[in-house]
């Protein structure tokens, strides 16, 4: 377990010169799109809402809880921040997830020579914006009450001392299910299964989490944290979990 936060890093390190290699280039395309305009976005409606939006919620505290300000103001634009950021993550990483699944299928086969029977066609491209969707849809659903539980947490006192804590922590263990689930996804593993072998690794899934958040917070290279991080994703379960889950989708398709 103490080597797991040093195969996260070790996964970026060489996901790099993997990503700008001929074959895969051209996947860099869509995410720099897709994270130009969630980042114009993102500053748009921070810019104009996300002061007047925690104001607001500051107004229903009570009045002896005023010596607090400072402390709330701090936990409450880190959760709206958060829920700005995964709001409009959600629609970018539908928009992109076609082609990210297809980047982390030729990671795959350039890697093992797994050989995925998709092609790159609109009638591909819509199967894989399909299923994309239903899991964007599963990792809300994942996300929203973990998420509220934790903001509860945030008014509950001393314990909301740590709750920042706490949110930064889930947050990047989100992270890491939003890269990591490319790979499992493409080799038919379910969701659930997915969360339970990562659960496994929390320093490793951790770690990733951490390294994708600080690569957002650094301009220009914001623009490739996503094909970055999905590269890195896939060369940790070639590693990782491959292996155990060899054949699981041709098994799946036997039953069906």
Same mark, same amino acid.
């Given at each position: 377990?103490?080597?797991?936060?040093?195969?996260? =890093?070790?996964?970026?390190?060489?996901?790099?010169?993997?990503?700008?290699?001929?074959?895969?280039?051209?996947?860099?395309?869509?995410?720099?799109?897709?994270?130009?305009?969630?980042?114009?976005?993102?500053?748009?409606?921070?810019?104009?809402?996300?002061?007047? =939006?925690?104001?607001?919620?500051?107004?229903?505290?009570?009045?002896?809880?005023?010596?607090?300000?400072?402390?709330?103001?701090?936990?409450?634009?880190?959760?709206?921040?958060?829920?700005?950021?995964?709001?409009?993550?959600?629609?970018?990483?539908?928009?992109?997830?076609?082609?990210? #699944?297809?980047?982390?299928?030729?990671?795959?086969?350039?890697?093992?020579?797994?050989?995925?029977?998709? #092609?790159?066609? =609109?009638?591909?491209?819509?199967?894989?914006?399909?299923?994309?969707?239903?899991?964007?849809?599963?990792?809300?659903?994942?996300?929203?009450?973990?998420?509220?539980?934790?903001?509860?947490?945030?008014?509950?006192?001393?314990?909301?001392?740590?709750?920042?804590?706490?949110?930064?922590?889930?947050?990047?263990?989100?992270?890491?299910?939003?890269?990591?689930?490319?790979?499992?996804?493409?080799?038919?593993?379910?969701?659930?299964?997915?969360?339970?072998?990562?659960?496994?690794?929390?320093?490793?899934?951790?770690?990733?989490?951490?390294?994708?958040?600080?690569?957002?917070?650094?301009?220009?290279?914001?623009?490739?944290?996503?094909?970055?991080?999905?590269? =890195?994703?896939?060369?940790?379960?070639?590693?990782?979990?491959?292996?155990?889950?060899?054949?699981?989708?041709?098994?799946?398709?036997?039953?069906?």
């Amino acid at each position: 377990m103490i080597t797991h936060p040093f195969l996260a =890093a070790g996964s970026f390190i060489k996901a790099l010169p993997l990503l700008f290699s001929k074959r895969l280039r051209l996947f860099l395309l869509a995410p720099i799109l897709a994270n130009i305009v969630l980042m114009a976005l993102l500053y748009m409606v921070a810019l104009n809402y996300m002061s007047t =939006a925690v104001d607001g919620m500051m107004g229903y505290m009570p009045e002896w809880l005023s010596f607090l300000n400072w402390l709330f103001y701090l936990i409450l634009n880190i959760v709206v921040g958060i829920l700005l950021f995964y709001s409009f993550s959600v629609g970018v990483n539908i928009l992109a997830a076609p082609f990210m #699944a297809f980047l982390a299928e030729k990671v795959e086969e350039q890697q093992t020579g797994k050989v995925f029977d998709e #092609a790159i066609t =609109a009638k591909s491209l819509m199967l894989i914006a399909g299923r994309s969707i239903k899991r964007e849809l599963q990792k809300l659903m994942y996300f929203l009450p973990r998420f509220l539980g934790l903001l509860l947490l945030s008014f509950v006192p001393l314990v909301n001392a740590v709750s920042p804590v706490l949110l930064l922590l889930f947050s990047a263990w989100m992270l890491a299910l939003q890269y990591m689930d490319y790979s499992f996804d493409n080799n038919k593993v379910s969701f659930s299964e997915m969360r339970a072998s990562l659960r496994e690794r929390p320093l490793l899934c951790w770690t990733f989490g951490f390294i994708v958040m600080v690569g957002i917070t650094i301009p220009l290279l914001n623009l490739f944290v996503m094909p970055i991080a999905v590269v =890195a994703a896939t060369l940790l379960w070639i590693k990782l979990y491959s292996k155990r889950f060899v054949n699981f989708s041709d098994l799946l398709s036997q039953t069906k």
